[in-house]
């Protein structure tokens, strides 16, 4: 049975989370004036190259394979280590990281085409985790490949390998619903969202080396209510599906799943095709710029970022009905690296995955993660 939520009241501006809004200004603000002294004149032709030209292109390919290495720290020790420059309270409770494979090289296909190809801009943005495995959506920013779910062991963090999907979608979201074994990826486009399922059976019989072709969908719907599947996650008898707004309010809304992990769906003729349709049967309103959601026993949360600024995980409280998860209402706020997309609490651990680390974003002035932070959930929540 789905658990409903609601909102509570509580003191937010906490000193300690003054004192890190202070320190992330200081930080940026030294950033700023280190990189006018530098470069001086050409700070323009910096900035333009490293917030524009870089998510236009892609470079060409040195690998064949996927990579598998780490693309900015060349261990979890150096990553901490910067991390506790800018982060001290963060890091302090991290538990261990996974590093993220596929940010310099990921094999998949030209859209439109069959046949293996490396993609260089590959942009992480979902994630799931189960039982065994760990596993991260990602698109390429320029739009030339499909995207892809890179598959990784739980267990160890070793990449296992690629599923490559059949189109070019943000994937924004992942929701693994461990009841009925489906792996749901965010889909479709503005005014076309939609939901796509695989089965677990599928996914792990998938074998990109032999097929050359994108794994097929197990279920598919064009969601109505909502105008982009912007994020979204698994709860009990349901998917939360959110909209990312860059301004002002924004909605989540849950979707209501049978006992064989279907939508509740109306089929409708389009011309000579017939497609599924669903709509929310409960809407909430959320804050701007919200990337992820994820519902605990005991809490809802939301992972905050945008540009260049730090992330933020925010907890609101768990209660009896879908109320609105504005800022107003929230409980406790953990201020991140940027860039924070997906986060997944699974097994007492939180998983947080961030995007800073592709091609399109790694010359930023900022701490990039190439790496899945995992922290004990009883540290945090």
């Not at 910067?82 to 998949?108: H, M, Q, W, Y």
């Not at 695989?198 to 969908?217: G, N, Q, S, V």
């Amino acid at each position: 049975m789905f658990r409903i939520f609601k909102t509570h009241k509580g003191k937010v501006n906490t000193s300690k989370e003054k004192t890190e809004e202070r320190r992330s200004l200081k930080r940026w603000a030294l950033v700023t004036l280190a990189v006018l002294l530098v470069a001086g004149g050409g700070i323009g032709a910096y900035l333009y190259y490293a917030m524009i030209a870089r998510g236009d292109k892609e470079p060409e390919a040195k690998y064949v394979e996927t990579n598998t290495n780490p693309v900015c720290y060349g261990s979890e020790k150096a990553f901490t280590l910067a991390l506790r420059s800018d982060f001290p309270e963060l890091a302090k409770k991290l538990k261990g990281t996974v590093v993220i494979p596929g940010l310099n090289a990921t094999r998949t296909t030209l859209h439109g085409f069959h046949g293996i190809t490396t993609c260089t801009s590959m942009t992480p943005q979902g994630m799931a985790v189960t039982e065994d495995y760990i596993f991260i959506s990602a698109y390429c920013h320029t739009k030339q490949h499909n995207s892809v779910i890179l598959m990784l062991s739980r267990h160890t963090g070793s990449f296992l390998k690629e599923i490559v999907l059949p189109d070019t979608s943000h994937v924004g979201g992942l929701a693994y619903d461990p009841v009925n074994n489906n792996l749901w990826v965010s889909g479709g486009g503005k005014g076309k969202a939609r939901a796509v399922a695989y089965d677990m059976e599928t996914i792990e019989a998938y074998d990109f080396d032999e097929t050359e072709r994108p794994i097929r969908k197990s279920q598919d719907y064009l969601l109505e209510s909502i105008e982009r599947n912007s994020y979204m996650s698994y709860a009990p008898n349901a998917l939360l599906i959110g909209l990312f707004q860059e301004n002002g309010n924004a909605t989540l809304q849950r979707f209501a799943m049978d006992t064989a992990g279907r939508l509740n769906s109306t089929v409708k003729l389009s011309g000579d095709r017939l497609y599924e349709a669903v709509s929310a049967d409960v809407l909430a309103e959320t804050s701007h710029r919200i990337q992820s959601v994820m519902a605990t026993e005991k809490n809802m949360l939301f992972s905050k970022s945008w540009g260049i600024f730090d992330s933020d995980l925010q907890m609101y409280a768990v209660w009896e009905e879908l109320s609105d998860f504005k800022e107003s209402a929230m409980l406790k706020k953990y201020s991140f690296p940027q860039k924070m997309e997906q986060i997944y609490v699974y097994d007492g651990k939180l998983y947080c995955l961030f995007e800073s680390a592709a091609y399109a974003y790694r010359a930023q002035p900022a701490l990039k993660v190439d790496r899945v932070m995992i922290f004990d959930e009883k540290d945090l929540l």
